[in-house]
């Protein structure tokens, strides 16, 4: 059974960090693209960064939305079966349930193609 479990979310000061984790099992990074996708109250689901599979053409790299870009960053674990969002500089505007998700392809603009999700965890930034 796929399983993904989000957690590390809380509340935090604007330009502060976070350090969410996402914990996988029946699945390996071998075969799927882990990703970190957000929503905020009343905003569509929206991707944040994905990390390809390990047997895809894009060979365990990483992709970032212009949401990230400069200020996230995704790490993995392989020993713990766990993928980490580094959040920081946080803004209020990043307020949101973040969720991760898996997939065969890393295309943040396909949420169709995320076919298992973890059950999120919020983030909420304050001014």
């Known amino acids: 059974e796929v399983q993904l479990v989000e957690s590390g979310g809380g509340l935090v000061q604007a330009g502060g960090s976070l350090r969410l984790s996402c914990a996988v099992s029946?699945?390996?990074?071998?075969?799927?693209?882990i990703g970190w996708f957000r929503q905020a109250p009343g905003k569509e689901r929206e991707g944040v960064s994905c990390?390809?599979?390990?047997?895809?053409?894009?060979?365990?790299?990483?992709h970032y939305t212009d949401i990230a870009k400069g200020r996230f960053a995704m790490s993995s674990d392989n020993a713990k079966s766990t993928v980490y969002l580094h959040m920081n500089n946080l803004k209020p505007e990043d307020t949101a349930v973040y969720y991760c998700?898996?997939?065969?392809?890393?295309?943040?603009?396909?949420?169709?193609?995320?076919?298992?999700w973890g059950q999120g965890t919020q983030v909420t930034v304050s001014s």
């Open positions: 998700a898996a997939a065969l392809l890393c295309r943040l603009g396909h949420l169709s193609l995320w076919t298992s």
């Open positions: 029946g699945f390996t990074f071998d075969d799927y693209a």
């Open positions: 990390v390809s599979s390990i047997q895809s053409s894009g060979g365990g790299s990483t």
